[in-house]
């Protein structure tokens, strides 16, 4: 059973994730009637709940955890807008907040990011930000949404892991997963980028694991954002 967040409760997540409490009510936040615990409902393709994702302590850090007898779901979906052209896809439903809170912020004047409350005016207007539970994550029945669309993969900066056994160097696994997803989405996008954080399609510079929101949170643009976005590679596929 679900309720409504306790205000000043909701008010310590957003602290927390950097977001809004409007932001985090937009996207469903709410709390368990039962035992307070954090709770994000995702939505399937027929706008019914079909997941209840609990946010609770692992180990000492808070973790979105999907209920183990439902399948995974794209987080946003019940604020989809079959009408925009655009889509980006997130690693992580923080990240796609994050995202989605700046582009409705702002418009484009020229070439100048300018500060607006009409959302109908903002970069929001054509964009859907969604976001796969993690980045190994991506469902064939998920395809029919982007078709037609310019969708962007923006997942995290992982750098390369280490086989333990062999010593040799695994890819890394945000890079492995847009790579995966690509080979899906090729065949009914009308674009498919995805976001470069560095030659390598990862910066070593920048921590490993940085993401969408460490990126906003660090004064950069949106739009420095989208202009990390880069065609996705015919090798890729």
């Known amino acids: 059973e679900l309720s409504i967040a306790d205000e000043a409760d909701l008010e310590l997540v957003a602290e927390e994730r950097r977001l809004s409490t409007s932001t985090l009510t937009r996207w469903g936040l709410v709390q368990s009637a039962i035992d307070r615990e954090?709770?994000?409902p995702a939505y399937g393709m027929k706008e019914e709940v079909n997941n209840i994702y609990r946010?609770?302590?692992?180990?000492?850090?808070?973790?979105?955890m999907s209920t183990a007898t439902l399948s995974q779901c794209l987080f946003g979906l019940n604020l989809w807008e079959s009408e925009k052209p655009e889509a980006i896809i997130c690693e992580g439903p923080w990240d796609a907040m994050r995202l989605e809170e700046e582009l409705r912020k702002y418009r484009l004047d020229g070439s100048r990011l300018v500060r607006t409350?009409?959302?109908?005016r903002s970069l929001a207007a054509n964009i859907n930000v969604v976001a796969v539970p993690g980045c190994e994550v991506f469902r064939e029945e998920w395809l029919t949404l982007f078709k037609d669309k310019r969708v962007t993969l923006l997942y995290d900066n992982d750098h390369p892991r280490t086989n333990r056994k062999t010593g040799k160097e695994i890819i890394p696994p945000a890079l492995s997963?847009?790579?995966k997803a690509a080979r899906l989405l090729r065949s009914v996008t009308s674009t498919l980028l995805a976001v470069r954080w560095g030659e390598a399609w990862y910066d070593s510079?920048?921590?490993d694991g940085y993401d969408t929101r460490d990126y906003l949170n660090?004064?950069?643009s949106v739009v420095s954002l989208l202009q990390k976005f880069e065609a996705v590679p015919e090798d890729w596929v």
């Not at 609770?56 to 979105?64: I, N």
């Open 55 to 64: 946010w609770g302590f692992v180990k000492d850090k808070r973790r979105l």
């Open 218 to 220: 660090d004064g950069n």
């Open 205 to 207: 510079d920048l921590a």
């Open 38 to 40: 954090w709770i994000l």
């Open 177 to 179: 997963g847009m790579t």
């Open 117 to 120: 409350s009409d959302v109908s």
